[in-house]
């Protein structure tokens, strides 16, 4: 038997929590360009990127 949607959702929702981190860490010690690489890896990970991206100061807009 398969596990329920909420089961799933919150699977996704860990999982993104964790890549965001990751992407997090690199973006300390990342140059202009891997910011740019980075923000668009968020941008596709996230609806609630651009508040990601802002908070992380990874684009300054």
């Known amino acids: ?3 329920s949607e ?3 959702e919150i699977k996704r929702r860990r999982q ?3 890549k965001v ?4 860490t690199r ?3 990342a140059s202009a360009s891997e910011k ?6 968020l941008r596709g990970l996230t609806p ?4 990601l991206i ?5 684009e300054k807009s």
């Not at 981190?21 to 997090?24: L, V």
């Not at 740019?36 to 890896?41: F, G, N, W």
């Open 1 to 3: 038997m398969g596990c």
């Open 6 to 8: 909420r089961q799933k």
């Open 16 to 18: 993104r929590k964790r």
């Open 21 to 24: 981190a990751a992407i997090a």
């Open 27 to 29: 973006a300390k010690k």
């Open 36 to 41: 740019e690489v980075l923000a668009r890896k």
């Open 48 to 51: 609630g990127a651009e508040g």
């Open 54 to 58: 802002k908070k992380l100061e990874i």
